[in-house]
């Protein structure tokens, strides 16, 4: 039986990968050490007999090369996540983003398995070009601004997976998400949905930091964990970069009244400056729109699930975990 390593596992988007992968028929180790991930995200598989969870951190080096040897292809998602975490602590954002994956891709030099690495769209930066295209440059901000960390780190990770795949043949696929939601996902760390969700369930207002026009691309979870697992299953994917997400846009402003419309349409929006919401000289990306031009070729993937759809799911996920008395983590003051 394969057995698969999922990093990250008990994750917003990991914990949906393990349930995909064990209804493969696949053996899963998901390694988390829960600092933002949950143990009920794993609840629907927690009794799987091919389910096997291993709480520790990623940085403990013995412990991530031991549990890399034991599968047989491994999905690194584990990663400091959120721009309120990293902007609170950039350095270990850079140690925890930057570290791990030098140890996994030492262990699958000395014996090649299929890796997939989670990157993201944030690499791109400052990169006015709609849509962005996996080969376009990367334009990040100076370093004097700590936002910028955690683009940094995981471009360092898709360099360093993709020169080792050159020189060393470990086949890896890197994935860049494209604001995946759905359920599970927590406003917390500043992600917007569940955000904007929860603060209309409580009556509003909808906080939305800045004028709203931000553009963005929302894609449901089950679409992407859908792409991952068909890109790892194409061998004209190794080695590549894939845009992975959605490419229908939407501004911040129409997300909060599509979002009020569903949940409760008396509900207010309310535009806060960034310096508010963040700190002051907070950078944010006014459009973010991916070309699927290369993962359609690859692997014929485009979404079944649409923003109604990804919202509905977030509602009724906060009101299960609700009704099943978990609190839902509190709406926050800014994201
Ligand atoms: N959600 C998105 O829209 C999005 C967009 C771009 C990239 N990504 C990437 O996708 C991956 C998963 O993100 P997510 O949205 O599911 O976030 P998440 O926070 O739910 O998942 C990250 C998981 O990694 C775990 N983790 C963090 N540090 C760890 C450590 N030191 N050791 C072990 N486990 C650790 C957390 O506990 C959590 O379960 C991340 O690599 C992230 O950078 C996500």
Redesign the pocket.
């Known amino acids: 039986m394969r057995i698969s390593l999922v990093?990250?596992?008990?994750?917003?988007?990991?914990?949906h990968l393990v349930e995909a992968l064990l209804a493969r028929g696949r053996k899963v180790i998901v390694?988390?050490?829960?600092?933002?991930?949950?143990i009920g995200?794993l609840d629907t598989v927690r009794h799987h007999p091919q389910l096997q969870v291993v709480l520790?951190?990623?940085?403990n080096e013995d412990h991530l090369r031991h549990w890399v040897n034991q599968a047989d292809e491994i999905y690194?998602?584990?990663?400091?996540?959120?721009v309120q975490l990293v902007l609170r602590d950039p350095a270990r954002t850079a140690a925890?983003?930057v570290n791990?994956i030098e140890t996994i891709l030492a262990e699958l030099a000395r014996h090649p398995r299929p890796l997939f690495l989670?990157?993201?769209?944030?690499v791109y930066g400052k990169n006015p070009r709609t849509p962005l295209r996996e080969d376009d440059d990367l334009l990040l901000g100076p370093t004097a601004k700590s936002r910028w960390i955690?683009a940094c780190s995981?471009a360092l990770d898709e360099y360093l997976a993709l020169a080792e795949h050159a020189h060393r043949g470990i086949p890896v696929t890197i994935g860049?998400?494209?604001?995946?939601?759905g359920p599970?996902?927590?406003g917390r760390?500043g992600?917007v949905v569940p955000r904007f969700v929860e603060q209309a369930r409580q009556g509003g207002p909808v906080i939305v930091h800045g004028d709203g026009q931000q553009i963005r691309c929302f894609a449901h979870?089950h679409d992407v964990v859908r792409g991952i697992l068909a890109l790892m299953e194409c061998p004209a994917a190794v080695g590549k970069v894939f845009n992975l997400?959605s490419d229908s846009p939407i501004t911040i402003r129409q997300l909060a009244e599509t979002v009020i419309n569903v949940v409760d349409p008396r509900v207010s929006i309310q535009h806060i400056p960034y310096e508010q919401a963040y700190s002051p000289g907070y950078e944010d990306i006014r459009c973010r729109i991916p070309d699927l031009t290369r993962l359609r070729q690859t692997i014929a993937h485009d979404a079944r699930l649409g923003l109604e759809d990804i919202i509905r799911d977030v509602i009724d996920w906060q009101h299960r975990m609700l009704a099943s008395q978990t609190a839902v983590p509190d709406a926050p003051d800014a994201g």
């Open positions: 990093t990250g596992g008990a994750g917003f988007i990991g914990s390694l988390d050490d829960l600092s933002t991930g949950n995200n520790d951190s990623i940085s690194h998602l584990a990663a400091v996540v959120g925890i983003n791990p989670a990157s993201t769209s944030e955690y995981k860049r998400f494209f604001n995946v939601v599970r996902q927590i760390y992600m979870v997400g």
